[in-house]
């Protein structure tokens, strides 16, 4: 059996006073004028899983305007062990609940034991040529559907280096400093090596995988951690690497108002593997089937290595892809064994899905059978 979403419940989500979809196993097709609500839909779908969701907007955001009622999110998962249910909504603090089978649980990565998701959205169409810190999140994404737990490090990371930069500017505590930048050290250590070892383990199924593919292969690496090329053998000299360069680096950080060297500043450096070619460099096109082909694989890889096969949630994908394309992608998403949900204006776009496919029109924050 493929483990599937079989029932989503929305509550004062957005553009969705509720709403309810019952599904089976086959994908899922959303289609839709611009503004009715289909991303919304995906969007509620990727906040049960650890992070912000496929927009990264905090929680107090996703309420719907005029609602007294607090956001929700519950789904129902099939798994081989039978049926898990599982919900996440609004805490009064801005965070957030999480329930599973009825019970609060201890943790945001607990959803992780039942699904995993990826997403593509028309705002990563730039990935490549774009900032590096939306390539570092995008990393990110890919790593925490690997290893759960990398997300909350990646927070907690990010919230102790705006202490760290706050202290340095007010001249604080010197020993609350130093534990501070002992505490980054640590929590730096791990993201660095979760990328890195994600990032060994997915370029190693790229090339078993070349003969295979339909979409052009990555190929993939970490710009380095340290400006000299420095590199530490163990995660205890990693760390202990961090805590003695921002230690050093006290003053010009001081002076910079953030902290210049750290995971925070790595770039995920892409290229595209059969024309040896930078992927910024790369026409539209080329970066569309390049990203496509990634995450494909980030897919497979995800299977194999955690034994669940990740939702993907593919937003306006099918517009910018010639026949061909639309027919290799979805004849890739059938190989996944995964349920996907796939959202356009033009249901003409998923004609080639035939009967593969569950089929929905949205309107202005309702749902209804195609």
Same mark, same amino acid.
């Given at each position: ?33 611009? %503004?009715?609500?289909?991303? *919304?839909?995906?969007? /509620? ?58 019970? *609060?649980?201890?943790?945001?990565? =607990? ?76 929590? %730096? ?27 052009? =292969? ?13 590199? /530490? ?22 002076? =910079? ?31 569309? /089937?390049?990203?496509? %082909? ?77």
């Amino acid at each position: 059996m493929i483990r599937h979403i079989s029932r989503l419940r929305l509550t004062a989500f957005r553009n969705y006073a509720s709403a309810a979809l019952d599904l089976d196993e086959r994908h899922v097709v959303l289609t839709g004028a611009n %503004g009715s609500g289909k991303t *919304n839909l995906l969007e /509620a779908v990727s906040v049960l899983s650890p992070g912000r969701g496929l927009r990264g907007a905090s929680f107090e955001t996703l309420q719907s305007h005029g609602s007294d009622t607090t956001w929700a999110v519950a789904a129902t998962i099939e798994t081989d062990a039978g049926p898990a249910d599982i919900g996440t909504g609004a805490l009064p603090d801005g965070g957030r609940r999480v329930r599973v089978n009825g019970a *609060n649980a201890r943790s945001i990565e =607990a959803m992780s034991d039942y699904l995993r998701v990826l997403w593509l959205t028309p705002s990563m169409d730039g990935l490549f040529s774009g900032p590096a810190g939306e390539r570092r999140r995008f990393l990110d994404r890919l790593v925490t559907t690997l290893i759960p737990s990398h997300s909350s490090a990646v927070s907690d990371y990010e919230k102790a280096m705006r202490q760290r930069n706050k202290l340095l500017e007010e001249g604080g505590d010197l020993r609350w400093l130093g534990a501070i930048e002992s505490q980054m050290a640590e929590l %730096g250590a791990s993201i660095h090596l979760n990328r890195a070892d994600s990032l060994s383990h997915l370029q190693a199924l790229i090339i078993e995988s070349l003969e295979d593919s339909s979409f052009p =292969a990555a190929q993939l690496s970490l710009t380095p951690l340290f400006g000299d090329g420095l590199e /530490a053998r163990t995660s205890a000299d990693l760390e202990a690497l961090l805590a003695e360069r921002w230690h050093a680096g006290r003053g010009l950080d001081r002076a =910079a108002g953030r902290t210049t060297s750290g995971p925070h500043r790595v770039d995920l450096d892409v290229v595209h593997r059969q024309k040896r070619m930078p992927a910024a460099l790369g026409s539209t096109g080329e970066q569309k /089937a390049l990203l496509i %082909g990634l995450i494909l694989a980030h897919a497979r890889l995800v299977r194999i290595r955690t034994g669940i096969v990740p939702f993907l949630l593919l937003d306006e994908i099918a517009a910018h892809l010639d026949p061909d394309r639309r027919r290799a992608l979805f004849g890739a998403l059938d190989g996944l064994e995964t349920q996907c949900f796939l959202t356009g204006t033009d249901p003409v776009l998923f004609e080639a899905l035939e009967d593969r496919a569950q089929r929905f029109v949205v309107r202005d924050g309702r749902v209804g059978l195609d």
